[in-house]
């Protein structure tokens, strides 16, 4: 017995292409997907540069002002045997080492300061020899915190990215080894100096992507910036106790 076999078939449906408008369309959403992904890299690169450079400018003011501290600390140091002065007069001085690339000029008063001291060491700031009272000269070269010491023909680096230095001095005028007020390098006289208050502005090496607007109070100098370039900076303030007032 013949049986007839049934076959459905479905009816053929004709494949067509996508239309101009629907390319467009998918093009721009592709377009705006790609924006999206690279503003969030951009911002993260950012954020990340950020970070990174905000770490070791703390590192390098940290570095500058606990060297700084250790040995403007010892100022006046002396085993009982003669006198050491604290300060040499000659080159402890107020708005004097300019940066005329960021506009802290002398004549501005906003050039950094510079403190040479005295104390009684086998050895100056860089590690030489002194043959026993050494003499420390702290300033600034650009952007580099130097120091030179007596037992040294060349200064050294002692901390990068430090843009400016301002010193004051706590004076006491009633003998209780307590400052009574913070004066510049210009206006130290007869009263015992029994502490020395630094401030640094210390900036990034390099480019974080962000321009720079802000403006630094360091102690009593008049406002620095805007620089307006691309660097981070950061302010740092310490006050240091002469333990041989």
């Known amino acids: 017995m013949n049986r007839s076999l049934k076959t459905n078939t479905a009816p053929r449906q004709h494949q067509r292409g996508l239309t101009l408008v629907e390319l467009m369309v998918a093009s721009t959403i ?7 992904v690279t503003q969030v890299f951009l911002s993260s690169k950012v954020s990340h540069n950020l970070q990174n450079g905000l770490g070791r400018l703390q590192e390098n003011a940290r570095a500058a002002l606990d060297i700084l501290s250790l040995n403007i600390s010892a100022t006046g140091y002396n085993t009982g045997v003669g006198t050491v002065n604290k300060f ?10 300019p940066n005329t690339g960021l506009g802290f000029t002398v004549a501005s008063g906003k050039a950094s300061d510079t403190i040479e001291i005295n104390y009684l060491s086998a050895t ?10 050494a003499t420390d000269r702290y300033y600034i070269n650009g952007t580099n915190l130097m120091c030179l010491g007596n037992g ?15 010193i004051l001095y706590g004076e006491d ?6 400052a009574n007020r913070y004066i510049n390098a210009s206006n130290i006289a007869a009263n015992p100096i029994v502490s020395v208050r630094i401030a640094l502005l210390v ?5 974080i992507g962000t321009v720079d607007n802000n403006t630094y109070a360091l102690l009593n100098t008049p406002l620095l910036g805007p620089i307006k370039d691309n660097l981070l900076r950061r302010v740092f303030i310490r006050t240091i106790i002469l333990r041989n007032s």
């Open 173 to 178: 005028s009633d003998n209780d080894k307590i």
């Open 203 to 207: 900036s990034t090496n390099e480019n």
């Open 30 to 36: 592709s377009l705006l997907l790609m924006a999206g």
């Open 124 to 133: 100056d700031c860089l590690g030489q020899a002194t043959g026993g009272t």
């Open 88 to 97: 040499n007069a000659a080159n402890t001085l107020n708005n004097t080492t």
């Open 152 to 166: 040294s023909a060349t200064p050294g680096i002692i901390a990068e990215g430090v843009e400016n230095m301002q």
